[in-house]
């Protein structure tokens, strides 16, 4: 029987519908993705047998000895869970977790935060970082569309992501590659020029790819910028803790915009920070001007997990959040954000006293300047190619390299091979 189209048609317009409307289906644009370029390179370091091959490609940390690192806090954290008998496999409610989302939002805004007490704010769980800035995006493009203002460079998963929320993207200027510092005069004119009312994606801390934040003092005027423009602030945090080793500290810029009267939206991972790669843990958090508003808001992020994951995912969420609520397990975490972030900070070290020593042509201080888990070194396409035919190390063609895929063991052999390149590619 062919399908009634409308409320009011007869039989007769369904059947007179269904014939004009059939058509062989051919897949005629139905074309070959490229595969994406970070997980084509981590296939191909994968499949590279040679022994002394080195993976600086992907964001995950490592331990010294190259492994992937389970957080300590994390091993005990699934025991408890495992031993609670009240534990269970129930759905959450449209908002995920809730004591996971609470917790989330007092880890970025502060324990103390006054537009929590004011009610100001809602958080909503989502499928990790990426799922919450896909979130916050159907949300604005619904809610409050504008041209997206991204870094550039910036991750190479936001353009996409905010394609697909059918919002303009355009990129904002990040980086010089000649001083290997932050664009800043040019990051002022770009959001002194945007479109009154554009949203701007602001990475919390830890900026990925190039490891560099802006100082307080510049986050002020940029700030200060983006509330006369009325700019719209996204802050995409994957980093918190992870960053500097200090979790209030890799907050400040949100909490800054935050006290300043900002309405925002925060996309807040657990990736990074507890290990939680795969188990997709994130956060998205709006701080809105009143408590209507941000009732509406969280009706609206409820009806988007709705049609999209319905559910957000449970262990990783419990995880974390038996962990904040407990003092003593906060406290190791914060240890261990310490381990990693000193690790990755002594190789940024290593790495630049052995380009020092070997005297690389260059400027080499941003290796140690940058923070988190990237270092973006300025090395050229060429050069990146060059390092991966000839010595068999992966970073992406940009020239970021994961710190995390560094230890005391390949530290030197990847300091020589920068070396070459530099001199002969
Ligand atoms: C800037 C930035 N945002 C968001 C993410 C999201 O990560 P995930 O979806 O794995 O939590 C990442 C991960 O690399 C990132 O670097």
Redesign the pocket.
Known sequence: MPPRTRKNDTKDDANKKAKTDAKVVTWTDLTQQPEDPIFKLLNECIADSDPSKINLSI?AYRDETGKPWVLPVVQKAKQILLSDPASNHEYFGLDGNRSFTEASARLILGQDSAAMKDKRVTHIQA???????RLGADFLAKFRPGTVYITNPT?G??PKIFAASHLKVVEYNYWDGKTRTIAYDTLLDNLNTAPVGSIFVL?ACA??PTGLDPTHDQWKQIASIMKERQLFPFF?C??QGFASGDLDRDAWAVRYFVEQGFELLV?Q????NFGL?SE???CLTGVFADKETTVKAHSQFCALVRCSISNAPGFGAKIVDIVLKDAALTKEWKENLKTMANRITLMREKLFEHLKKMETPGIWTHITSQIG?FSYTGLTLAQVAAIKSKFHVYMTDEGRVSMAGLNESNVKQFAEAVDWVVRNA
């Not at 499928?127 to 800035?133: D, I, Q, Y």
């Not at 991972?269 to 990074?272: A, C, D, G, N, R």
């Open positions: 964001g499928v990790s970082g990426t799922g919450a800035v991750w998963n936001h990475h900026h990925n995409d994957a980093y996309a991972s657990f990736s990074k790669y997709r843990t994130g888990m």
